[in-house]
């Protein structure tokens, strides 16, 4: 028992560097999926040196090859499947409370993207003050290939992206560079990976939370990288043009108009996509990046924990599970989505994923909070 509990906790390595917080999320085989655990960790953490005046800016890394590359999905079906949807829904309410102490956070926080970042790991850093991209940065929203749909306060991140470039990135899962993550926004800063020893160095020896001077420090180590010849950001004429549509069905039917004029492999690539994904996912997925276009990150969060509760209850759709199985256990990328088509998915039932969950058992995400906190303008400027 002894030996499981320090093993848990060594999934969340803390190194005290003067008035700085260094935290590496340890769990490399797994990609450093969250788990539960970790969650709570830190939780726990950010939750004690917001309160901790010797404590003035926190970094976040992870070990290996990945930042993070979301929940872990296993851990979450195992849980759906032997406790009840509650069970599952514990982790998202976790995981969201954590996403609303980041994005509402008194101290800067430093997130150093230096791999993969997916799901749950953006959650994890794009709430956060400073995002630095390196050229090993992954970043992507995979959900709607699970039949998921962009959570973690997606809907208020992705929305905030130039144009309607955040309903692209969303839908498709679409998967962007360092280069392409400093263009768009999802990262404030792009350091080459050599020179991330040197900056967290630079940032562990201040004694200063003061946002402008840990900016200009990270702007010593920063570049500003050029997008390749192909990258997607390039096509913002034809993203806006098609994913600005009202509905899934008229985005795709603006992309195969464009496939006609332009005989191009990526727009045929971004209709199939579209259209191996789950139906409901796409439906529901607009739905709340629109949504949230309007909202601060706290109410996003609220609407997307009861999204997620309808998703988990499998009322209207059992799609997540299918593309749990397809995706990640069988692995035999052929999910069977039900509703199969998207005319199947009516307004009237994508509304249900917007209500109330009307059960004894269900509540709202219950958000902690901020008001003893002298929050900086960054942050009032999100709520």
């Known amino acids: 028992m002894a030996s499981s509990v320090s093993s848990q906790h060594d999934q969340v390595l803390v190194e005290v560097k003067s008035f700085a917080r260094v935290l590496t999320l340890n769990r490399p085989k797994q990609l450093n999926a969250l788990s539960l655990h970790m969650i709570s960790r830190l939780l726990e953490l950010f939750l004690a040196y917001e309160e901790d005046p010797n404590v003035k800016l926190v970094i976040l890394k992870g070990k290996g090859r990945a930042f993070c590359t979301g929940g872990d999905v296993a851990a ?4 759906l499947r032997t406790g009840g949807w509650r069970a599952g829904a514990n982790h998202f309410m976790k995981g969201y409370t954590l996403n609303y102490l980041m994005a509402t956070y008194s101290k800067p926080q430093v ?9 749950g790991g953006n959650g994890a850093s794009m709430h956060g003050r400073f995002r630095v991209a390196t ?23 992705l929305s905030r992206l130039p144009g309607f470039f955040g309903e ?7 998967r962007l560079d360092g280069a392409e993550m400093l263009a768009c926004g999802l990262a404030t800063h792009f350091v080459p990976s050599a020179k991330l020893p040197m900056l967290e160095a630079a940032l562990c020896a201040i004694d200063s939370g003061d946002p402008e001077i840990i900016s200009s420090i990270i702007g ?3 570049e500003q990288p050029s997008l390749k010849e192909q990258s997607v950001y390039n096509r913002l004429d034809v993203i806006d043009r098609c994913f600005s549509q009202k509905t899934v069905e008229e985005i795709l039917s603006a992309l195969e108009r464009e496939v006609v004029d332009r005989r191009d492999r990526w727009i045929s690539a ?5 259209k191996r994904a789950s139906p409901t996912s796409l439906k529901i997925s607009l739905r709340s990046i629109r949504v949230g276009r309007f909202q601060g990150v706290g109410p996003c969060l609220v609407r997307e924990y009861r999204m997620v509760c309808h998703v988990l209850r499998g009322e209207f759709s059992n799609d997540f599970l299918e593309g749990y199985r397809a995706i990640l256990l069988d692995k035999d990328k052929n999910p069977k989505w039900e509703p199969s088509k998207l005319e199947l998915v009516t307004d009237t039932k994508v509304d249900r994923y917007f209500s109330k969950v009307n059960n004894e058992d269900g509540e709202d995400l219950k958000l902690p909070v901020r008001s003893k906190f002298k929050l900086p303008s960054y942050v009032v400027a999100k709520l």
């Open 76 to 79: 979450v079906v195992h849980d």
């Open 111 to 119: 997130s150093l993207l230096n791999g993969i970042v997916m799901g």
């Open 135 to 157: 050229e090993n940065s992954l970043f992507a929203m995979p959900e709607t290939a699970v039949g998921l749909f962009p959570d973690v306060g997606a809907s208020y991140f």
């Open 168 to 174: 692209y990135v969303g839908l498709t899962g679409a």
């Open 220 to 222: 010593r180590y920063s």
């Open 270 to 274: 971004t209709i199939q996509t579209l």
